[in-house]
């Protein structure tokens, strides 16, 4: 049986395609990009996460864990959750011995099973709303022989699936996953492949690549684009993307806002975060971006 690092499974969505749907987070991602709302789906396997404003500065982590790097902020020493993977024997014991709960670990191992069993409890809200599962991250992709066994036994109990994907996968692992889901979220995020790799570390074509192909080859793809300030909020950057959609066949496009709600799981991680300070768009802010893909023939929406 398949499994995969998971960090999240939010029940009761709305956002994450149609009807109330059950979303599994799986943790790890090829791309890097600066807005990343999600770090701690980054890295692949389990990571600690550490909350100052909780720690006591008591050391019983360091001591349950004599061999991890320590680090030390406002004063405080603790156990380095860069320097130690969540899943590690000394990192299990730090955390279990956390008087405070301030340190904690993000992402579990989890099989096929497991996750099927949560995702069943919800069977009879998918079916009255015309919801189901959504795999997400991270890039669900990257668990291809995850994604497949799941989303067979989904489909045997009759349960719609969905993913939200960047679409940075090698083609052949894209064109024999992407025909298991009933939805597809993917993401574009830019036509410029040097900008592209500037903010994401990614390759643009890669991704355009796959998702000109689930354009032309799936039933159901709707593009995303996450609008960020100061990377592809400009009117000439939706116009490229909105002739670029144009002609693969695309006749809509969902835009996504840039919001700052994850900036504080930078702080649990130890990571620097790119966009601090950066304030969050709105709908009302980017009519006239919007109206740019309306005079190309996209239908545009928030």
């Known amino acids: 049986m398949q499994s995969a690092t998971v960090f999240n499974i939010q029940k009761f969505s709305l956002n994450d395609g149609p009807g109330i749907r059950t979303v599994v987070f799986l943790k790890g991602c090829p791309l890097r990009c600066a807005w990343c709302a999600n770090p701690e789906s980054q890295q692949r396997p389990p990571q600690l996460e550490w909350k100052e404003s909780a720690c ?83 890039e669900a992709l990257i668990w291809p022989d995850f994604c497949e066994e799941l989303l067979g036994r989904l489909h045997d109990e009759g349960i719609d699936t969905c993913i939200e994907t960047e679409a940075h996968v090698a083609p052949q692992v894209f064109h024999r996953i992407a025909p298991l889901f009933d939805h597809m979220l993917i993401d574009l995020k830019h036509m410029d492949a040097a900008k592209v790799r500037e903010h994401t570390g990614g390759q643009a074509g890669l991704m355009l690549d796959n998702l000109r192909w689930a354009l032309a080859n799936h ?51 130890d990571m620097p975060y790119a966009l601090r300070g950066v304030k969050n ?21 928030f």
Request: net charge negative; charged share 25%; proline share 6%.
């Open 56 to 138: 006591m500065g008591c050391g019983a982590c360091l001591a349950a864990a004599p061999g991890a790097q320590a680090a030390e902020h406002a004063g405080k020493r603790h156990v380095d959750v860069r320097a130690l993977r969540g899943d590690a024997p000394e990192a299990q014991a730090a955390v279990r011995a956390c008087p405070a709960h301030a340190l904690t670990c993000t992402g579990e191992t989890k099989t096929v099973d497991e996750v099927l069993r949560v995702c069943l409890q919800d069977q009879p809200f998918y079916e009255d709303s015309g919801g189901g599962v959504t795999l997400s991250g991270g």
């Open 219 to 269: 039933p159901d793809v709707l593009p995303r684009t996450p609008v960020i300030p100061g990377f592809n909020d400009g009117e000439d950057d939706a116009r490229a993307m909105a002739r670029w959609l144009r002609e693969a066949g695309a006749t809509r496009v969902q835009l996504l806002p840039f919001h700052n709600f994850g900036e504080s799981k930078y702080e649990l991680l």
């Open 281 to 301: 768009l709105h709908p009302e802010n980017l009519e006239r971006y919007r109206q740019v893909y309306l005079d190309e023939g996209i239908k545009a929406f």
